[in-house]
């Protein structure tokens, strides 16, 4: 089998876990949104569409790395190269970051709640937070996402700015890096704004918060995969849930304790 397609396989293989886990995870909310009566038709209808995108997009990554001049440890693997021992260095580090970084996100979230959501209304992590969106967090977001949007979106405007400004193959410059990584950040960004209004919220200030919010996510994500390889880009986006996670659990206590 080529490296393309050994690589796309690879890739599909490990983002259909977050697929499934997604699946599994969607409220009731989510799946009146799906014209199927029987419920377990309308999950298994949830889970042949991303998984189509998520095996479009993993190839078409797996197409443009080379130009774009991106890394996936999971690519590489499956295509038969050997990985250096430091490839997986500092990932403690990387985690850490993502743990950081979500709890301070979801945090500013929550503080910022009452010039975004009218009082009593919107999403609030303490009492929205589940274990099963959790672990679809950490699969859906850590892999899933990841690799559509970084190894697909990313790398795929890579290409196309590459053979548009004549750089070479693998060394576009920084203004090119930057340009996509911003173009996989709205990307990314819009792409929560669909399961983002199922809470009930279309105000202005809602649908900024949504956008804002996961954009800057996004360019952190898009500044890791390029910096190092997508698997650093899937390890702080799962951690970046875990910080959130920690922030659920944190809130709950408190209030358990003031009761």
Not at 74 to 97: C, F, N
Not at 103 to 116: A, C, E, I, V, Y
Not at 197 to 202: A, E, H, K, V
Request: overall charge positive.
């Amino acid at each position: 089998m080529s490296p393309l397609w050994s690589a796309t396989l690879a890739l599909t293989a490990a983002g259909l876990l977050g697929v499934l886990a997604l699946a599994v995870s969607v409220g009731p909310d989510t799946l009146k949104l799906v014209p199927i009566r029987n419920g377990l038709l309308k999950r298994l209808a949830l889970v042949i569409q991303p998984t189509i995108l998520l095996f479009v997009l993993a190839l078409v990554g797996a197409a443009t790395t080379d130009a774009a001049g991106t890394r996936s440890l999971i690519a590489e693997w499956a295509a038969g190269y050997a990985m250096a021992p430091e490839t997986l260095a500092g990932v403690w580090r990387i985690a850490l970051l993502g743990i950081l970084f979500g709890f301070g996100l979801f945090l500013f979230d929550r503080l910022t709640k009452r010039w975004w959501a009218p009082p009593g209304r919107g999403p609030d992590l303490a009492t929205d937070w589940k274990p099963s969106g959790f672990v679809a967090g950490l699969l859906y977001g850590g892999i899933t996402e990841e690799i559509m949007m970084r190894w697909g979106i990313m790398n795929l405007a890579l290409f196309l700015l590459v053979r548009v400004s004549g750089a070479a193959d693998g060394s576009p410059s920084g203004v090119l890096v930057w340009v996509a990584i911003l173009l996989a950040a709205l990307v990314f960004a819009a792409g929560h704004l669909p399961a983002a209004i199922t809470s009930g919220l279309r105000n202005r200030g809602f649908i900024l918060r949504t956008l804002g919010l996961n954009f800057v996510a996004g360019l952190l994500f898009g500044c890791l995969f390029w910096s190092w390889n997508l698997e650093t880009a899937m390890i702080a986006h799962a951690a970046f849930h875990v910080g959130g996670a920690l922030l659920a659990v944190g809130l709950r206590a408190t209030r358990a304790g003031a009761v």
